[in-house]
Nanobody, 126 residues
Framework: QLQFVESGGGLVQPGGSLNLSCAAS????????IAWFRQAPGKEHEGVSC????????HYATSVKGRFTISRDNAKNTVYLQMISLKPEDTAVYYC???????????????????WGPGTLVTVSS
């Protein structure tokens, strides 16, 4: 089971910024494409962004494009999500997961369909 430890969430005002981290727990993530997902209250999980194994390919949901930036540091076994210009609709629990890759492009499709990890809560509110 490919487990992660997500961190960096918190309460922020609209227009504010947060930086999320996703560390692999007990395994190395340098051979996997990784994605961030989120689940808002009462809604299904939504793919937010993914990054390929090499880091050369990234993908963003339309709702976050231009505001969120995904990156990875394989030496630190960690993937990051930098979020700026946050909106109330970004409020959700954010999770990361290993995803599939096709022709060096990441896909928003989880490899491990076991239960989600604890995630990190992001609340955007004034």
């Amino acid at each position: 089971q490919l487990q992660f430890v997500e961190s960096g969430g918190g309460l922020v005002q609209p227009g504010g910024s947060l930086n999320l981290s996703c560390a692999a727990s007990g395994w190395t993530l340098d051979s996997y494409a990784i994605a961030w997902f989120r689940q808002a209250p009462g809604k299904e999980h939504e793919g937010v962004s993914c990054i390929s194994t090499s880091g050369d390919n990234t993908h963003y949901a339309t709702s976050v494009k231009g505001r969120f930036t995904i990156s990875r540091d394989n030496a630190k076994n960690t993937v990051y999500l930098q979020m700026i210009s946050l909106k109330p609709e970004d409020t959700a629990v954010y999770y990361c997961a290993a995803v599939f890759e096709f022709q060096a492009m990441c896909l928003m499709s989880r490899r491990d369909l076991d239960a989600w990890g604890p995630g990190t809560l992001v609340t955007v509110s004034s």
